[in-house]
């Protein structure tokens, strides 16, 4: 359930460099599952699926990719806008991120949406 006076809401943010990254908070209200979606025009673009329990330390976790339910902990080297999502099980993450890893060219925009 969905505490009152609070919306779901899309975390998006556009990475264009190693190292961008885009972080959702998970533990403030429980949500248990985050969407990860990426679209724009880009070469060469890959990122990690991480995530916390403080929201310092991060570590490796698994995402499964929704047009395959192929389980993965990383993109691997996309182009173009792949329009692909993955789903993460949240469960007691205090928050969840995408982290680039590879970006030759142009823009990736992530969108996580958090729920339950």
Known sequence: MIPPGVRLGTMVKAISAVGGAVTADCGEHGWSVAVLH????????????EGSVNGKDWFSIQATKTDSNAVQTATGK?????????????????HVRVRCTQHTSGTANWHIRVGS
């Open 38 to 49: 990426v679209t724009g025009t880009f070469a060469g673009h890959n990122v990690s699926f």
């Open 78 to 94: 996309m182009n173009g806008d792949p329009g692909h999502a993955w789903r993460v099980n949240a469960s007691g993450l205090s």
